[in-house]
T-cell receptor, first 111, second 113 residues
Framework: QKEVEQNSGPLSVPEGAIASLNCTYSDRGSQSFFWYRQYSGKSPELIMFIYSNGDKEDGRFTAQLNKASQYVSLLIRDSQPSDSATYLCATEGAAGNKLTFGGGTRVLVKP | EADIYQTPRYLVIGTGKKITLECSQTMGHDKMYWYQQDPGMELHLIHYSYGVNSTEKGDLSSESTVSRIRTEHFPLTLESARPSHTSQYLC????????????FGPGTRLLVL
């Protein structure tokens, strides 16, 4: 079992709809959780992080964390074609100082 | 916004050559990382450093080596390049305290013929 699991997709979303991405992790001691966006051929860029249970909103993005169930999700509201990318979930383990990345979910937003 | 630089951006080289991929950051970050990523595949941590004279191997075995003589500089070296080393190499750095927010450089695409 991978430490951080994501559905590889592609997740196809109509323009203007909500894209919902999920991520599960195995290290119950994980402290912080990150969402990165990676366009094809480019390096990952940080979207947001969350470390407390519940929701955290930043513009059109909302991260949701449920430590009891060991999952973190990302909602993209009003999806735009420019949101088409691979979204990487990452966790900072109990030991800290390193991130473990999932395989990423590819999102396609269709006009 | 992080200022982290990688050179070269693209490199095509023959088998057996020695290569060094450069990574520099101007934020004074103590922690730096090297990842390897094949197209459409996962990021794999190959080396990391928590500060000057500190280097550790990552989760993925790699034939490369790294050094950390200066805080801002974290070069990766392949003594003898092979076609299996063809990949994208990404450098990242993070702040010394608090949440482990990593910022990535633009990457180096390596092709070994």
């Amino acid at each position: 079992q991978k430490e951080v699991e994501q559905n590889s997709g592609p997740l196809s979303v109509p323009e203007g709809a909500i894209a919902s991405l999920n991520c599960t992790y195995s290290d119950r001691g994980s402290q912080s959780f990150f969402w990165y966006r990676q366009y094809s051929g480019k390096s990952p860029e940080l979207i947001m992080f969350i470390y407390s249970n519940g929701d955290k909103e930043d513009g059109r993005f909302t991260a949701q964390l449920n430590k009891a169930s060991q999952y973190v999700s990302l909602l993209i509201r009003d999806s735009q074609p420019s949101d088409s990318a691979t979204y990487l979930c990452a966790t900072e383990g109990a030991a800290g100082n390193k991130l473990t990345f999932g395989g990423g979910t590819r999102v396609l937003v269709k006009p | 916004e992080a200022d982290i630089y990688q050179t070269p951006r693209y490199l095509v080289i023959g088998t057996g050559k020695k290569i060094t991929l450069e990574c520099s950051q101007t934020m004074g970050h103590d922690k730096m990382y090297w990842y390897q990523q094949d197209p459409g595949m996962e990021l794999h941590l190959i080396h990391y450093s928590y500060g000057v004279n500190s280097t550790e191997k990552g989760d993925l075995s790699s034939e490369s080596t790294v050094s950390r003589i200066r805080t801002e500089h974290f070069p990766l070296t392949l003594e003898s390049a092979r076609p299996s080393h063809t990949s994208q190499y990404l450098c990242a750095s993070s702040e010394p305290r608090g949440i482990e927010t990593q910022y990535f450089g633009p990457g180096t695409r390596l092709l070994v013929l």
